[in-house]
């Protein structure tokens, strides 16, 4: 078939959706004839052009939104390669483009070049037709665990493909992340690539290329502003030599009666804020980060990571909500004054989840808040209700005795105060993926949660969520992150459909076998029990970790069948090999579980440590999908 691939206009991320589509129709028709032509305007009169972009003629077929800048409807009308793919904004246009290939039968599974199915058969006669607006203007992912550039440019890359907008790059310099991976400190059998912090602002700047050339929402910093404006840096939460010197040691948070580097960490040391020259040294290097940076849609101003770390001093007399909305007002008159229209997120978060008592944001427009519920289970999802939460006692700020709310409904009920006093947009900051995966192995359970969490944030007053997530969190299954960019999409998607759609696609004609089994290992290991929310010795928890290897041993010969079978596309294989990998780590792991139930504290201590062992002998296979940093992080909290 002749297609005419008609590109509106030349803007770049445009550009970029028309070369998309140009690649995956000729991947499912190698024979496929694909013109490509640049116009300036679309004609209805050329009934044989497929158009991509936007025109004003299409200004009426798509649906309305508030801001067609940051928020995504889009509208598909495509018949025998003939027609328009449009959206309501660049990045739209490019979203468009993926739902309209996987309406051809294509599927995007995880980053990477393995992450695709791809028909080797073009139904070109099929007819699109899709007009859909997202039901959330926030649906992004925050760089965390060890990374390459690879893994991060992949992630960069399969955002749009599942409908997620926007990526979040934490710290000025991100070389935390990118160290983590390169020094591999935690691997033996994988040797140290030394990486220079030239290299890896080179990463940083190819990486900001990738975002912008698909559109995506940029988002930067966050934590370092308490220490990055007095000249020290602010980049990581390992613990410097020493205290901290004179220079800064004045205006740091007097706590216990001593000005030094909480924990001996600069990024979790806040600031003597009543000090009108503090406020103003942080407010003007973000006036200065904003100006030198315009290409930062949403700039996170956070105060110091950690909790009950506060200023003590006489003259620091508000609760830290109210200075933080000092500095939030200050920073608006000063970018006002400079025309700079940069959206500014602020955090609700541990301390800052109390409300402000005197203090209010005199500019809604320019802020978004973020709410980082960090300290609550994921036990439970987002679906309180008003009863639960007005019989939630609020216990009033004590400056650093603070105890950090766990309930879902208490969190919730925190957000209510601050929704009370700030009216404009928002969003969640969850931890699902970050904190909480390695406790449900099976991924069934937390992928349940997601949805559910997901579909209610409209319910609790957000408007979509940025995942502080690791990259590579595609193990055992991609289900968490998939459903997490469906119903982020449509709030109204049915977790039961996702997970059908993609079992059935990834792992061919045994795919809901998997299901199944992933659900018992799911149920068996019991996510509340590994949160902490249960008593660790336990007879009968030990004895249900006892069952899992006889489980796992039936369903292995489904496992070895599928990764030597001859007739699958290799990215299906991919799948089951990766379950191969799971299945023999879910063995050691239960197996520790059972110890620790036990109270055979040595038996649990020597099987982790043979857990550890077997995934970093096995890194090099599994790490596009799985950060087995963090995963060493996770097992020796939890045992030690």
Partial sequence: MNWKLTQLGTNPTIAFAADELNKYLKRMDRGARVTRIVTDCYDDA????????????FVALIPKVDDTARDDAIYINVANGAGIITGTNPRSVLIAVYRYLKALGCA??????????????????????????????????????AVSYEHVADMIDFLPKIAMNGYFVQFKKPYEFFTRWYAHATNPYMPAEPI????????????????????????????????????????????????????????????DGKRDFWGGVPLNTNLCYSNPAVRMAVVSDIVSYCEDHPDVDYLHFWLA????????????????????????????ERLTKKGIDTKIVFLIYVD????????????????????APITRTYSKTYTVTEEELAAVELAPYTKNTL??????????????RWQEVFSGDSFDYDYHL??????????????????????????????????????RIFFPTSLPMLVMGETLWNRDAAFSDIARDYFTTAFGHDGMKVARYLGILSDLFDPAYQ?????????????????????????????????????????????????????????????????????????ASAAIDALIAYYNQVECEIHPVFDVFKFVQAMKRKFQ
């Fill in 108 to 145: 995007f599974l995880r980053p990477g070049k393995d992450g695709d199915i791809i028909p080797k058969c073009l139904p070109e006669s099929k007819p699109v037709y899709i007009a859909e607006t997202a039901s959330y203007r926030h649906r992004a992912v925050c760089i965390e665990g």
């Fill in 352 to 371: 800052l989840l109390w409300a402000p008592e005197k203090e209010t944001i005199k500019n809604p427009d320019r802020f978004v808040l973020m709410f």
């Fill in 305 to 332: 990571d950690g909790s009950n770390n506060h200023c003590e001093c006489e003259s620091c007399k508000e609760i830290p909500a109210d200075y933080y909305v000092m500095m939030l007002n200050e920073l608006d």
């Fill in 196 to 255: 220079t912090e030239d290299e890896m602002d080179g990463m940083y700047d190819m990486l900001r290329g990738e975002i912008t050339k698909r559109g995506l929402m940029y988002h930067a910093v966050g934590h370092s502003w308490t220490c990055e404006p007095f000249g020290v840096p602010g980049t990581t939460w390992t613990p410097v030599d020493g205290e901290a010197p004179e220079t800064i040691a004045p205006i740091l948070a007097k706590v």
């Fill in 403 to 416: 105890k950090m709310p766990k309930s879902v409904a208490e969190n919730v009920a925190r957000l209510r």
């Fill in 531 to 603: 949160r902490g929310e249960k008593p660790i010795l336990d007879e009968d928890k030990a004895r249900e970790f006892a069952k899992i290897p006889a489980i796992i041993a039936d369903f292995m010969p489904t496992i070895t069948k599928n990764v030597s079978a001859p007739h699958i596309s290799d990215t299906v294989k991919k799948s089951w090999q990766y379950l191969l990998y799971h299945a023999q780590a879910s063995t050691l792991f239960a197996k520790a579980c059972a110890y620790r139930a036990d109270g055979m504290k040595e038996d």
């Fill in 46 to 57: 050329n009934e044989n052009a497929l158009y991509i972009g936007i025109d004003p003629a």
């Fill in 434 to 471: 970050v904190l909480d995966e390695n406790n449900d192995p099976g991924s069934i359970s937390c992928a349940k949660i997601l949805a559910e969490d997901m579909r209610n944030l409209k319910e609790i007053g957000l408007n979509g969520m940025n995942s502080c997530q690791t990259q």
